[in-house]
């Protein structure tokens, strides 16, 4: 079989194996005599960095959050067990090799062929590339139909997220079976990422939606200094970290019996587009604005603290008002009118280009969390926010969707290989 | 006249002044306590760097291109001459704060007042932002008539781009009064540029289209190595750079006597959108994507060299025929081919997620050129890349603009002063 009939074939069953030197190091790449090397286009330090692929738990997550991201969600046009298992092997080797910097695939320099990579990260650094996988609710159960076989293993807490207070979904950027977060320092290798898994699916599925992000709005580790949003409010104080495992493995991982088994060091991904109304939010006058959050704008500090982290106090009275409104962001969202609920935010900005009719930037924020339960969690907190929150005179959310997130694979294996043990 | 009614009133008055403090330096600002400071989130060395706004020529165009772009272009809303000059004075004031790495405005920690700054690039670096302005033909005449009686002042070769062999534009996303070119290194900083900007020119201006660049595809100077487009080639090896001042002079800057006498120091930005369709282009066989080129893939050299930098070989032969073929994209672009004309290139990489009704990624260049007639020079060139390019196959230009980009300004002055002398 050739290379050319492989790729026609649908999904190729090559094994991708190494095209590009590691970082640094130029190899010759098979007779042509031509180098591919690391040029140094982009020579930061931190672009160096490769996050490893293969662990008990997926990257993307915990990892400290990169600058950039390239989400993508995909319907799968096939129908047999086979069909997914390959493509989960597929996309499982090639976001392997991609991880460390390597080209994907095995014929990159036959004329006749056309390359497995596409190539345009050919020169540029990892970057600190994760990808991270999910499975929607639709994969294991769509209209009554169990397509391939799965419903059995459908995850306990996988349920679409219900109609929240609010929503302005736009439903063709919503769902999806699989999705792809990949996570970077340089964009260029996120988009390659997403790009290249969506070209070895060719056949095997189709991309529903994707989304870019240019800043990350929140910290996932302490070392991390807390972004801004597009409101220009610090954004993700309170976020769990990854130091707190207590913390991570209350709200976010899975443990061996708290699901089906195979989801044993898994997680449940929500993810919303967030319109922000940027022109209304910037007419607002600075004290509205810091009590719409609960926040001061320019510190992070608390309304009636001095440093960012100070603990919000919730409690506090200024001539009989509470000091953080009753309706601001950060009371709502708080632990504490919450169950003690909490989830981990991994959210980015986005702008998407001019909302034709307004004449107004389309931008806001790409939210992404991580939890346990997405229900008992991000729903739960969403249903107050989406009811009383003061921020909703300012947003809008135009995309939700909710994954399964299986754990990380190791080498020889593949992610969601749980759900055809 | 408080703050909020210049807010309403449309175009504010207010002198952009100081909010943040100097790179590296946090500086109190007003009474309420906090510090605004750069505190090192994405502490790179190169994001400490500033750009010159003020000069003979305008920054963002022989500027070593930076890594990331947001462009936008506007429609005037207002009818007099005075209120675009109102409107250039407070975007030159504002450009030339933020590049220096300062909030618009001087109203920021006001509790009853709006702030001038949006907010979200307190705490990062100016990254080498650059703000440039462009006039557009509809500024001078439209439909015939003399909006702000600029007509005599009209560059002379300030001509919207005619139709063009192939073009598929869609009209919503191109042309527009007024332009903004914001580069950084830092993608947050160059929206926060165009966000800024809009919202100053609220009541004179709406926004018509933006377009979002993830990754140069050009260098303009030797230091830059040369990076990848979408389709994995080595883009702008050939470009003019900013060292080859003779060059420069002769294919894009203007000197008196050249044009309108305004326009001196001045030159004109041509813009097209260029989707690539990247699902063909990467099922072609490697030799296909190499000669519809004419360049090696991985090396860069022109076919029939060894190294980038090697001077094509337009007349060289291999068994009768030509090494670089007849359509390759790098022969037709030559300026051998084209009355020896050449352009200043200095595009971005883009992808606006899933073409709908393909389930493709939406994905592509942004070309922008820098020329000293646009007739003469992108329009030749593109007239016959429209017709023969191999390249055709594998493109669709969506979007077109040109602009006449105007000298720089000095401290006190503002862009496009000469419009009005």
Same mark, same amino acid.
């Given at each position: 079989?050739? @290379?050319?009939?492989?790729?026609?074939?649908?999904? +190729?069953?090559?094994?991708?194996?190494?095209?590009?030197?590691?970082?640094? &190091?130029?190899? =010759?790449?098979?007779?042509?005599?031509?180098?591919? %090397? *690391?040029?140094?286009?982009?020579?930061?330090?931190?672009?160096?960095?490769?996050?490893?692929?293969?662990? $008990?738990?997926?990257?993307?997550?915990?990892?400290?959050?990169?600058?950039?991201?390239?989400?993508?969600?995909?319907?799968?046009?096939?129908?047999?067990?086979?069909?997914?298992?390959?493509?989960?092997?597929?996309?499982?080797?090639?976001?392997?090799?991609?991880?460390? %910097?390597? !080209?994907?695939?095995?014929?990159?320099?036959?004329?006749?062929?056309?390359?497995?990579?596409?190539?345009?990260?050919? %020169?540029?650094?990892?970057?600190?590339?994760?990808?991270?996988?999910?499975?929607?609710?639709?994969?294991?159960?769509?209209?009554?139909?169990? #397509?391939?076989?799965?419903?059995? *293993?459908?995850?306990? /807490?996988?349920?679409?997220?219900?109609?929240?207070?609010?929503?302005?979904?736009?439903?063709?950027? +919503?769902?999806?079976?699989?999705?792809?977060? /990949?996570?970077?320092?340089?964009?260029? &290798?996120?988009?390659?990422?997403?790009?290249?898994?969506?070209?070895?699916?060719?056949?095997?599925?189709? !991309?529903?939606?994707?989304?870019?992000?240019?800043?990350?709005?929140?910290?996932?580790?302490?070392?991390? @200094?807390?972004?801004?949003?597009? !409101?220009?409010?610090?954004? =993700?104080?309170?976020?769990?970290? $990854?130091?707190?495992?207590?913390?991570?493995?209350?709200?976010?991982?899975?443990?061996?019996?708290?699901?089906?088994?195979?989801? $044993?060091?898994?997680?449940?991904? &929500?993810?919303? *587009?967030? #319109?922000?109304?940027?022109?209304?939010?910037?007419?607002?006058?600075?004290?509205?604005?810091?009590?719409?959050?609960?926040?001061?704008?320019?510190?992070? /500090?608390?309304? =009636?603290?001095?440093?960012?982290?100070?603990?919000?106090?919730?409690? /506090?009275?200024?001539? +009989?008002?509470?000091?953080?409104?009753?309706? @601001?962001?950060?009371?709502?969202?708080?632990?504490? !009118?919450?169950?003690?609920?909490?989830?981990?935010?991994?959210?980015?900005?986005?702008?998407?280009?001019?909302?034709?009719?307004?004449?107004?930037?389309? @931008?806001?924020?790409?939210?992404?969390?991580?939890?346990?339960?997405?229900?008992?969690?991000?729903?739960?907190?969403?249903?107050?926010?989406?009811?009383?929150?003061?921020?909703?005179?300012?947003?809008?959310?135009? +995309?939700?969707?909710?994954?399964?997130?299986?754990?990380? $694979?190791?080498?020889?294996?593949?992610?969601?290989? %749980?759900?055809?043990?």
């Amino acid at each position: 079989m050739s @290379a050319e009939d492989e790729q026609r074939s649908g999904i +190729s069953r090559r094994r991708l194996i190494a095209g590009a030197g590691a970082a640094g &190091v130029g190899i =010759g790449l098979g007779g042509a005599g031509y180098l591919i %090397g *690391r040029d140094g286009a982009e020579a930061e330090t931190h672009l160096d960095d490769t996050v490893p692929f293969f662990g $008990a738990r997926q990257a993307g997550i915990e990892t400290p959050a990169q600058d950039r991201l390239h989400f993508a969600a995909f319907d799968l046009t096939v129908s047999s067990p086979d069909e997914l298992r390959d493509l989960l092997r597929e996309w499982t080797d090639a976001a392997a090799e991609m991880t460390r %910097g390597r !080209m994907v695939g095995d014929v990159n320099d036959e004329q006749l062929a056309p390359p497995d990579d596409t190539g345009e990260t050919v %020169g540029l650094q990892p970057a600190s590339l994760t990808v991270t996988f999910g499975f929607g609710p639709d994969l294991f159960e769509r209209d009554g139909r169990d #397509r391939f076989g799965l419903r059995s *293993r459908r995850p306990r /807490a996988l349920r679409p997220i219900p109609p929240l207070p609010g929503d302005t979904l736009e439903p063709g950027l +919503s769902g999806g079976d699989l999705c792809v977060q /990949a996570c970077s320092d340089d964009p260029q &290798v996120a988009f390659h990422a997403v790009r290249n898994l969506a070209r070895l699916g060719r056949g095997a599925v189709v !991309m529903r939606w994707s989304q870019l992000g240019f800043g990350r709005t929140s910290s996932t580790t302490r070392s991390q @200094a807390t972004p801004r949003n597009l !409101m220009g409010f610090k954004d =993700g104080t309170r976020n769990l970290r $990854a130091e707190d495992t207590e913390d991570m493995n209350r709200f976010v991982w899975l443990g061996p019996g708290d699901d089906v088994p195979w989801m $044993a060091n898994g997680t449940y991904m &929500v993810t919303r *587009r967030i #319109r922000m109304l940027i022109e209304i939010w910037d007419r607002s006058a600075l004290s509205d604005q810091e009590t719409t959050i609960g926040r001061h704008k320019y510190s992070g /500090a608390p309304l =009636g603290g001095a440093r960012e982290f100070d603990d919000p106090d919730l409690g /506090a009275r200024r001539q +009989s008002e509470p000091v953080i409104p009753a309706d @601001a962001h950060i009371r709502l969202a708080a632990p504490r !009118m919450n169950d003690g609920e909490s989830i981990l935010r991994r959210g980015y900005s986005f702008t998407d280009g001019v909302v034709e009719e307004l004449g107004e930037l389309d @931008a806001g924020l790409f939210f992404i969390c991580f939890q346990r339960d997405p229900d008992k969690q991000f729903t739960a907190i969403q249903r107050r926010l989406g009811r009383i929150d003061a921020l909703n005179e300012y947003i809008r959310h135009t +995309s939700s969707a909710v994954f399964a997130v299986p754990p990380g $694979a190791q080498p020889g294996g593949f992610i969601g290989e %749980g759900l055809f043990a």
